[in-house]
């Protein structure tokens, strides 16, 4: 992991909250034509930690004047879950299903191209912000995951920067490329397109 992740989460508070501020990073700035995508890498134990710090970060930013739309994907998935109908159902037939039939059911109704996308589309579309913060990542696996929300929101997420809240590592090198692995041992895919927000000068 990078020094900077493994310093006291009060240290990295204050990083994000000077990087995020910056006329640099919202103008998205040295970015070299790639999509304004951010991964925050965070160690899984530190989960209500974070959860706190981005509500306290989210404050900060719109005292600022800069606003943030939060999405929590797994606020998002019981959201769209309500909408179609579907959630109380999952819940009187949860003990009842497989592991395999429960995934298999989530990963139709929340399909990131065809539902969830779409949906976080709806909420850029609500009102002005100037970044994205995603969250809730971890609480989704296996249904979703995350290389696929963020391969879908290539080409509609490109005009303000994101940033996403991910429980693991994202690990960048020459010879194996790019990976999110979440929780630091389940290896969610190569993404290769975003940028290590630790890494980021201001």
């Known amino acids: 992991m990078y020094n900077l992740q493994n310093r006291l989460i009060a240290e990295r508070y204050k990083h ?4 995020i501020s910056s006329e640099r990073f919202l103008k998205m700035q040295g970015l070299g034509n790639e999509v304004p995508f951010f991964i925050c890498p965070f160690h899984p134990q530190e989960h209500d930690e974070m959860q ?7 404050n900060a930013l719109n005292n600022r004047g800069i606003r943030v739309l939060n999405i929590d994907l797994y606020e998002l998935s019981i959201e769209l879950l309500k909408k179609r109908g579907i959630w109380e159902r ?3 037939n949860e003990a009842e299903m497989s592991k395999a039939e429960l995934k298999e059911l989530l990963q139709s109704v929340l399909d990131p191209e065809h539902h969830l996308i779409p ?3 709806e909420k850029m579309d609500e009102g002005d912000f100037d970044v994205m913060f995603i969250s809730g990542v971890g609480e989704v696996f296996p249904y979703i995951r995350s290389h696929t ?4 929101l290539q080409s509609t997420a490109k005009d303000k920067p994101t940033v996403m809240f991910f429980p ?4 960048q090198s020459l010879e194996e490329g790019a990976s999110l692995d979440l929780f630091g041992k389940i290896h969610d895919d190569k993404y290769y397109r ?3 927000i630790y890494l980021y000068q201001v």
């Open 90 to 92: 999952v819940l009187e």
């Open 168 to 171: 693991g590592e994202y690990i």
């Open 119 to 121: 949906a976080i589309n």
């Open 194 to 196: 975003a940028f290590n």
């Open 149 to 152: 929300v963020l391969n879908n």
């Open 52 to 58: 706190r710090n981005i509500a306290s970060l989210s």
């Open 16 to 19: 994000l909250l000077n990087a």
